[in-house]
Each structure stands twice: as structure tokens, then as C-alpha cells.
């Protein structure tokens, strides 16, 4: 039987373990545990829950499942909240099977699953893209009489606005508050934000005014959500007007808010505005993530000002913020523009001994680097010599063909794009067969427009 003082002692442990977890020090935390087990501290479940949740979160699921086997041997009983890490964990990789295999583990041994249980498993259901089976879960729920969490409803309506069912999630809102649900601030944003993902800016402002009326007072997400929905609609003024509300009401303490007005106005052409606007973000000290680093850069390589966005990266990297994939293709975007074609590719090839696996974002940037500049055969060569292409490889071509007149290659092109299983942009198949009519090819181009029907019959 423990000492009071041995409880103690366990309970500092956890305290410990928790805050080395936390700070994703997990050396440490297990050295901790180790050192206690050798004075004569003993861990317990919560010590081991512990580890669980903080290894399924920053390394991966079998890291977290191996403590548990760690857990057993030392004579710990796990329970539901262990096997809650596992399958949130699960859950958080998208991985359907591991999560149903410890769902049904956990009913082997006898330990019954509480409502977090059923709304993780719900949640992974829909993550997956299987909201039918997610809603059989829920339906479990009601029939085991469980008491529900206002979660549990905040999981149904994302799950079902994240695979397109947004006006079902509308219907079950409306129905919810009718049966005296009481919706939080988070259930707005989520409704919101898949309105907004639907292109359904209006309503969505609808329910900004809404969630005022019940009492709630608007967040950044819920702001800055519509002001891209707006830009995305090109509701410019809108999405400014939006802006300039959450300006007012302090929302705009980071850099996010105004890189992504600034995004908008680069992509408008609006430099002089975006360039006050980023000055803003350097100017008032705000850190910067990755993101706001890139719009940065992108401003300064739309403006030919290569030297500042390569000093910008040194000094960032110098801090220790990393540039990815997206940096680097602006980069090779700019050296582009400048007709710096030698050193783009110098950079281009140079990016795996930078560590990136994948760099199909840089290579879709040269080639339309290329494209834009006229050199139609380096492109189609440089397109020839890619390993992995994607709808937007297919597309920047085919565009480029069009271009220079070449229909007959970009049909071609066009048609491989389908089989290969890809989708084509609506705008593609327009270029390619007006191009076709517009060269005195009109029975070409219906032959084109026929097959092209034909492959999405027989790959979509």
C-alpha cells in the first residue's frame, strides 16, 4: 500500500512529465520517469496517459500503442482515457482501421467507451470521407443513451460541411436549437467556415449577424474566414470592409490577418496598397510564421527586388525560421521574371540537397516561368524529363501550347491529362478546342470534344 507521501511523489512526477510532454521534450520526460522508478516513486496510469497522448501527437500512433505495451508490463491497468489518446492519435492520421482495431480492444477488455470515445471515432469517419458510418455512430450514441457533449454536435455539423453537405448541417443546426441546443461561438465559425467553402458568402455573413444577436462576440477565425470567403468571391471591398472591423476591434494582433489582405492585393495587381500593408507587419515588430514570410517574399520578387527577398531568407533562416516549398518556388517564380532562367534551374535542382522530398510545386513554377516567356520547347522538355506531374503540370503546358498555336499537341496533351485520371480545368478544354475551331480544324475539335467526354466517362 502507497504512503501518502508516495502519492505525492507520484503526483509531482505526472506534474513534471506533463510539462516536458508539453513542450515536446519527451527525452526528458521519459528520463524523469526513469530516475523516479529508481528512488522508489512509482508511476500510474496517469503518468503512462501521459506519455500516450504526447507520443500519438508529435511522433505517430505505434510510438504512442508501444507505451501501452510498456503500461501492461508493468502491472497498469490501462483505461478509457488511454484509449482515447490511441484512437484520437489514430484519428489524427486519418487511419480508419488502427482506429476501429482500438475501439474493439477496448471492448475486449472490458472497459466501456465514454462519449469522447464515440466522438473521436465519429470524427475519424469523417475525415475520411465515410459520413454515412459516421452518422451510424452517432445514432449508437442516442441508442446507448450516452449523455451528449455540445461537441459531439460541433463534430456532426464540421464533418458534414467538411464533406459537402452543408445545407444538411444547416438542417441539423436549425433542428438542434429548435430542441433547445444552445450554440457556442465554435459552432458559428464551423457553419461559417463551410458556407464560406461553399461560396456562400451572403448567408455566411448572415450568421455573423446571427451569432451577434444570440450574444457572441465574433473572433478573429470568424473574421478573417469571411474576409477570404469575400476575396475568394472577389468581393474585394467587402472583404476590406470586413478587415477594417476586426482592425477595429483589435483582432489584428498577428501578422495572418494582413498577410492575407496583402495576398489579395498582390494578386490584383495592387501592389503600392500591399506593399503598406506588409510594411505594417515589419514595422510593428509582429513575428512572422511561414506564411507571412512567403507573401513577403512574393512582394518583393513581383517587384524585380530579387537581392531583398534573398536577404529577407537569409535573415529569416538566421532566426530559425525554415522556408518550404512554396518560398522557394516564388523564388525560382522571380528569377523567372528577371529571365534569370540559368540560375532558376540552378535553384530548381539544387532544392533536394535542401532536404525537400517533393518539389512539384517549384517545377510547375519554372515551367510556367518558361511558358510565360515564350520558350514552349525547354517547357515541353523540362515537362518530359518530371518523374510525378499533377493537373496543374498538364494545364500550364497546355495553356503554353495554345499559346504558340500548337492545338494539335495540346489536344493530345489534353487528353492524356483524362486518362491519367486527372481532372482538367473547364477553361483547358476551351482553349484547346476554340483554338482547334479557330485554325479551320472544326472537325478536329469536335473529334477532340467527343474523345474528351469519352475519357471522363470511362475515369472519373
Not at 3 to 18: E, F, Q, Y
Not at 82 to 109: H, Q
Not at 132 to 147: G, N, P, T, W
Not at 366 to 393: P, R, Y
Request: aromatic share 10%; proline share 2%; glycine share 6%.
Amino acid at each position: 500500500m502507497w504512503s501518502i507521501k508516495d502519492k505525492l511523489s507520484t503526483r509531482l512526477m505526472n506534474v513534471c512529465v506533463a510539462s516536458l510532454c508539453k513542450a515536446k521534450q519527451l527525452e526528458k520526460a521519459e528520463a524523469v520517469i526513469v530516475d523516479g522508478i529508481r528512488i522508489g516513486v512509482q508511476p500510474d496510469v496517469v503518468t503512462y496517459n501521459t506519455l500516450i497522448a504526447a507520443y500519438c501527437r508529435f511522433v505517430g500512433i505505434d510510438a504512442g500503442y508501444s507505451v501501452l505495451h510498456r503500461m501492461k508490463e508493468a502491472g497498469i491497468n490501462p483505461n478509457v482515457i488511454t484509449y482515447n489518446s490511441l484512437i484520437a492519435g489514430a484519428t489524427r492520421y486519418c487511419l480508419l482501421s488502427p482506429c476501429l482495431d482500438l475501439f474493439d480492444e477496448m471492448l475486449e477488455m472490458s472497459i466501456l467507451p465514454d462519449i469522447w470515445s464515440y466522438n473521436t471515432l465519429m470524427h475519424c469517419f469523417f475525415k475520411v470521407g465515410k459520413p454515412d458510418e459516421a452518422y451510424r455512430v452517432f445514432q449508437d450514441i442516442l441508442l446507448k443513451d450516452i449523455s451528449v457533449h455540445p461537441a459531439t454536435f460541433n463534430i456532426l455539423i464540421n464533418g458534414l460541411c467538411m464533406n459537402g453537405y452543408t445545407e444538411n448541417a444547416l438542417m441539423l443546426f436549425r433542428s438542434l436549437k429548435r430542441h433547445g441546443f444552445i450554440p457556442q461561438l465554435v459552432t458559428y465559425n464551423i457553419l461559417i467556415h463551410g458556407l464560406c467553402k461553399s461560396r456562400r458568402g451572403k448567408a455566411a455573413r448572415e450568421f455573423l449577424t446571427e451569432l451577434v444577436e444570440w450574444g457572441h462576440i465574433p473572433n478573429a477565425i470568424t473574421y478573417t474566414t469571411i474576409m477570404k470567403c469575400c476575396f475568394r468571391c472577389k468581393q474585394f471591398e467587402e472583404g476590406l470592409k470586413i478587415f477594417v472591423e476586426m482592425r477595429r476591434k483589435g483582432y489584428t494582433y498577428d501578422a495572418f490577418a494582413y498577410c492575407t489582405v496583402a495576398s489579395m492585393l498582390l494578386k490584383t495587381g495592387r501592389i503600392t496598397e500591399a506593399r503598406e500593408y506588409l510594411g505594417y507587419i515589419i514595422t510593428s515588430g509582429f513575428s512572422l510564421d511561414t506564411v507571412s514570410f512567403n507573401t513577403i517574399v512574393n512582394l518583393y520578387c513581383k517587384e524585380g527586388q530579387l537581392d531583398n527577398a534573398y536577404r529577407l531568407l537569409y535573415e529569416a533562416e538566421k532566426e530559425g525560421l525554415e522556408s518550404d516549398k512554396y518560398t522557394h518556388a516564388i523564388l525560382i517564380d522571380g528569377l523567372c521574371r528577371t529571365g534569370n532562367f540559368k540560375e532558376a534551374l540552378q535553384h530548381l535542382n539544387g532544392m533536394s540537397m535542401m532536404g525537400f522530398d517533393s518539389n512539384l510545386v517549384a517545377w510547375n513554377s519554372f515551367i510556367n516561368g518558361l511558358c510565360k516567356a515564350g520558350h514552349f520547347d525547354h517547357a515541353l522538355q523540362m515537362f518530359e524529363s518530371m518523374d510525378v506531374k499533377d493537373s496543374v503540370t498538364y494545364s500550364t503546358i497546355v495553356h503554353g501550347l495554345c499559346k504558340a498555336g500548337r492545338f494539335r499537341a495540346a489536344s493530345k496533351l489534353l487528353l492524356s491529362c483524362i486518362r491519367g485520371g486527372m481532372r482538367i480545368l473547364k477553361s483547358d478544354k476551351r482553349f484547346v478546342v476554340d483554338g482547334l475551331r479557330s485554325s479551320g480544324l472544326s472537325q478536329e475539335a469536335r473529334k477532340v470534344q467527343s474523345k474528351i467526354r469519352l475519357a471522363k466517362i470511362l475515369h472519373y
